[in-house]
């Protein structure tokens, strides 16, 4: 963190100078060094000159891997000028609580021995007497209750069979090395690796869907990048301060009201009362005609019309 005295791109330098070759060499330096760089917000630029003319993004944090899977929410916030030509940045890894996150359904749930059962199990036992738009809410919550009580037991037991297969394999693997495995020893040894690749792809169809990548090739199971992806995709999208009326918001209450007021304006009829249309001597079909005209196509008509 401090002061690296370059930027990355032409973008953070106004009025300025920039040089193409420094901003390449810069960016190959954080590449090859395997490091990352959270979105700051509060300010685009961190230096500004004494005569105030020429601006530039000198100051940020640049952080390993292992740090952006560990803390992939945090923030990056600068903070005013005083008597320093530099702003103070300051990382920030406490989590902000915007709330209940939207619950997210797995493909991978669909490959699971009994999940389709349980799940039409559960909604055929749902029964609640209140309107239906209320009913319906209801019995997506109860049900996405009912799946994560029920994903959690199964990834709990199936965390028990990987470990105890994967270490039996292992066992017959060191085995093999002093003497010729017996046809039972053989045969329990292709059930071992056979369960655990069979729970590894599950996992990595997991990770996939996260990551909301296409791979070039499908079936590359590389999961150290599709969980670079996921971390990346979180610190990128995430909203950890806005601008309103000028000052720089970071209290999750606050940012969720503002983007509420944007939408709902987004939404609303912009007029109360739209001029309707009145032509009294304009043709019209009969109301039998009319009925016609919107009934649903017959089974002949389909039929006449392949």
Not at 105 to 124: M, R, T
Not at 266 to 293: H, K, W, Y
Request: aromatic share 10%; charged share 25%.
């Amino acid at each position: 963190m401090g002061d690296f005295n370059e930027v990355r791109d032409e973008s953070e330098r106004r009025n300025s100078e920039f040089n193409a070759s420094n901003a390449e060499a810069f960016n190959h330096f954080i590449l090859v060094a395997g490091l990352q760089e959270y979105n700051m917000v509060g300010g685009k630029f961190t230096y500004i000159s004494d005569r105030g003319d020429k601006l530039s993004k000198l100051d940020r944090y640049l952080v390993c891997l292992g740090f952006m899977q560990k803390w992939p929410t945090a923030s990056v916030l600068t903070l005013d000028r005083v008597a320093s030509d530099h702003r103070l940045i300051i990382l920030s890894t406490i989590q902000t609580d915007f709330g209940h996150i939207p619950f997210r359904f797995f493909n991978s749930w669909c490959e699971l021995h009994g999940f389709l059962d349980f799940v039409n199990q559960v909604c055929g036992n749902f029964t609640f007497n209140v309107p239906e738009d209320l009913a319906i809410a209801i019995k997506l919550r109860w049900l996405k209750n009912n799946i994560k009580g029920w994903i959690k037991q199964e990834r709990s037991r199936t965390k028990g069979v990987y470990e105890d297969k994967k270490k039996r394999a292992t066992v017959l693997d060191n085995l093999a090395e002093e003497r010729l495995l017996l046809e039972d020893e053989l045969h329990e040894r292709a059930d071992c690796k056979s369960v655990v690749s069979e729970l590894d792809r599950l996992k990595f169809l997991d990770t996939r869907q996260k990551s909301r990548a296409r791979w070039a090739v499908e079936g590359d199971e590389n999961s150290a990048f599709f969980d670079h992806i996921i971390n990346s995709n979180i610190s990128i999208n995430r909203v950890n301060a806005l601008k309103v009326d000028g000052v720089w918001v970071s209290n999750p209450v606050v940012i969720k009201e503002v983007f509420y007021e944007i939408f709902s304006k987004q939404f609303t009829e912009p007029m109360g009362a739209r001029l309707g249309i009145m032509c009294p001597n304009l043709s019209t079909i009969s109301d039998s005609e009319a009925v016609m005209l919107e009934a649903p196509f017959s089974i002949v008509e389909i039929k006449n019309a392949i």
